[in-house]
């Protein structure tokens, strides 16, 4: 009796497993939930599909050809004082918002932004760099879209045509190549990032957050508008941001390659904001690090003065310590910030080249430490 009853109960648990494993694996469920997909972390990204489109022309952004980037009403093109450093990828910024809709000022950090609103990035190559509108190849255009539960990063990736873009979950490689501004070819493979590595630039504690648009690099004039005003002058006039009456002295960040914006110290923490800050702050990514970039840290050992990493061993290439002052060729910084090994290389994602023209302004801010 007892060994009939217990076959009979393995039997009913098995049916109910076989059960469920098939509900779970239905083709509905398939279709909303994307394999490629498989976030780690804490907070999860939302899966919902209403904000999401297979193409990125569905959106309706831009007007047609889709690859000349021109805006329809409701998107805001807008530039920052300093870009991340994407192996040398030009960008165009665009902001979308619902009808009736503001971005919101606030002193420090991103804008605050209303649900529905997006943030439209797009990445592309001109066959020359001398002519930087003509010949142009675009590699991806990233979204961030406010929802209900917060912001969703998706991606669209650009086809050969050039005629729309279409999303990604998995990221990939594109070759790409070019001629620099002195005329020398250039040839890379391209990284696109996939939906986990976008997330995890974009993490602040347990939310995923825009890095770019604040007040201080949004504080400019864009010479691709037409009328070249400030940029936030411009929002205002347009009816989609309120500025503050005090707004001819608000917050504006150094632009890291003009030395007529600010000392060579200024100019190297705006770079660091811009490139290694979004995981390098006490809510990011690398917190546990200890070291600490964005522009307003005063704490020069949080910075990296004769800090030593927490965890020694590859990354940081058999030195002692992140910035040694007057020794660039002695910092790990530096180390990490030419290296293009994937498990080394600073940032970790998001290119493949070093930024020669960064680490030159990096080194010697370094060697004017030792002044200090």
Same mark, same amino acid.
């Given at each position: 009796?007892?060994?009939?009853?217990?076959?009979?109960?393995?039997?009913?648990?098995?049916?109910?497993?076989?059960?469920?494993?098939?509900?779970?694996?239905?083709?509905?469920?398939?279709?909303?939930?994307?394999?490629?997909?498989?976030?780690?972390?804490?907070?999860?990204?939302?899966?919902?599909?209403?904000?999401?489109?297979?193409? @990125?022309?569905?959106?309706?952004? $831009? #007007? +047609?050809?889709?690859?000349? %980037?021109?805006?329809? *009403?409701?998107?805001?093109?807008?530039?920052?004082?300093?870009? @991340?450093?994407?192996?040398?990828? $030009? #960008? +165009?910024?665009?902001?979308? %918002?619902?009808?009736? *809709?503001?971005?919101?000022?606030?002193?420090?950090?991103?804008?605050?932004?209303?649900?529905?609103?997006?943030?439209?990035?797009?990445?592309?190559?001109?066959?020359?760099?001398?002519?930087?509108?003509?010949?142009?190849?675009?590699?991806?255009?990233?979204?961030?879209?406010?929802?209900?539960?917060?912001?969703?990063?998706?991606?669209?990736?650009?086809?050969?045509?050039?005629?729309?873009?279409?999303?990604?979950?998995?990221?990939?490689?594109?070759?790409?190549?070019?001629?620099?501004?002195?005329?020398?070819?250039?040839?890379?493979?391209?990284?696109?990032?996939?939906?986990?590595?976008?997330?995890?630039?974009?993490?602040?504690?347990?939310?995923?957050?825009?890095?770019?648009?604040?007040?201080?690099?949004?504080?400019?004039?864009?010479?691709?508008?037409?009328?070249?005003?400030?940029?936030?002058?411009?929002?205002?006039?347009?009816?989609?941001?309120?500025?503050?009456?005090?707004?001819?002295?608000?917050?504006?960040?150094?632009?890291?390659?003009?030395?007529?914006?600010?000392?060579?110290?200024?100019?190297?923490?705006?770079?660091?904001?811009?490139?290694?800050?979004?995981?390098?702050?006490?809510?990011?990514?690398?917190?546990?690090?200890?070291?600490?970039?964005?522009?307003?840290?005063?704490?020069?050992?949080?910075?990296?003065?004769?800090?030593?990493?927490?965890?020694?061993?590859?990354?940081?290439?058999?030195?002692?310590?992140?910035?040694?002052?007057?020794?660039?060729?002695?910092?790990?910084?530096?180390?990490?910030?030419?290296?293009?090994?994937?498990?080394?290389?600073?940032?970790?994602?998001?290119?493949?080249?070093?930024?020669?023209?960064?680490?030159?302004?990096?080194?010697?801010?370094?060697?004017?430490?030792?002044?200090?």
């Amino acid at each position: 009796m007892t060994k009939g009853l217990t076959t009979h109960l393995f039997k009913i648990l098995f049916c109910l497993g076989a059960l469920a494993f098939s509900l779970g694996c239905s083709s509905d469920s398939k279709k909303q939930i994307p394999k490629a997909i498989k976030v780690s972390s804490k907070k999860r990204i939302s899966n919902s599909k209403l904000s999401e489109k297979e193409w @990125l022309s569905e959106y309706n952004f $831009f #007007k +047609k050809p889709l690859s000349d %980037l021109q805006p329809k *009403k409701g998107v805001f093109a807008y530039d920052l004082n300093n870009a @991340l450093f994407t192996d040398y990828a $030009f #960008k +165009k910024r665009f902001i979308f %918002l619902p009808d009736g *809709k503001k971005m919101t000022y606030q002193n420090e950090g991103v804008l605050d932004f209303e649900i529905g609103s997006i943030l439209i990035k797009n990445f592309y190559y001109p066959k020359d760099f001398n002519k930087p509108m003509d010949e142009i190849k675009i590699i991806e255009t990233r979204l961030l879209i406010k929802e209900v539960d917060g912001w969703k990063p998706l991606n669209y990736v650009w086809n050969e045509s050039q005629s729309d873009a279409k999303l990604n979950y998995v990221g990939g490689e594109v070759p790409v190549s070019w001629k620099n501004e002195n005329q020398v070819h250039k040839s890379i493979s391209y990284g696109i990032p996939n939906l986990n590595e976008c997330k995890n630039c974009h993490f602040k504690g347990s939310e995923i957050t825009p890095i770019g648009p604040t007040v201080a690099q949004l504080n400019k004039k864009y010479s691709a508008i037409k009328s070249a005003q400030n940029q936030l002058e411009r929002f205002q006039n347009l009816g989609i941001l309120d500025l503050p009456d005090s707004h001819p002295s608000l917050p504006k960040l150094p632009i890291w390659d003009d030395p007529k914006t600010g000392s060579i110290k200024l100019r190297a923490n705006a770079y660091l904001d811009a490139n290694c800050a979004h995981c390098h702050r006490e809510q990011g990514s690398a917190k546990n690090s200890g070291l600490y970039l964005t522009y307003n840290e005063t704490n020069m050992r949080r910075r990296g003065v004769f800090k030593p990493p927490v965890a020694a061993g590859k990354g940081s290439g058999n030195l002692e310590y992140s910035i040694v002052p007057g020794n660039p060729e002695e910092s790990i910084l530096i180390y990490r910030m030419k290296n293009n090994d994937p498990a080394i290389r600073m940032p970790e994602i998001g290119r493949v080249s070093a930024h020669k023209e960064g680490i030159a302004l990096i080194e010697q801010y370094i060697r004017s430490l030792a002044d200090h």
